[in-house]
């Protein structure tokens, strides 16, 4: 994952890195472009509609 994206509050250019995300008392964890400074996450479209959507009806269904 190449990175030209910038970030907006920053101005740094984003480096891929391991990012967890709790939800519902689990997580879970993706390699994702961030701020090496604030710490902004980019979250992609594909992301959001896939793994994300994925996970989340997962654990709302236990």
């Known amino acids: ?3 030209k994206w910038k970030c907006r ?3 740094k250019e984003l480096v ?3 990012t967890v995300f709790d939800y519902l008392e689990r997580s879970f964890s993706e390699d994702l472009l961030r701020c090496p400074s604030c710490g902004q996450v980019l979250i992609s479209q594909e992301l959001a509609d896939g793994r994300m959507t994925d996970v989340e ?3 709302e269904d236990k």
Do not use: F, P, Q, R
């Open 1 to 3: 994952m190449e990175s």
């Open 9 to 11: 509050k920053c101005g």
């Open 16 to 18: 891929v890195k391991k």
């Open 57 to 59: 009806s997962m654990l």
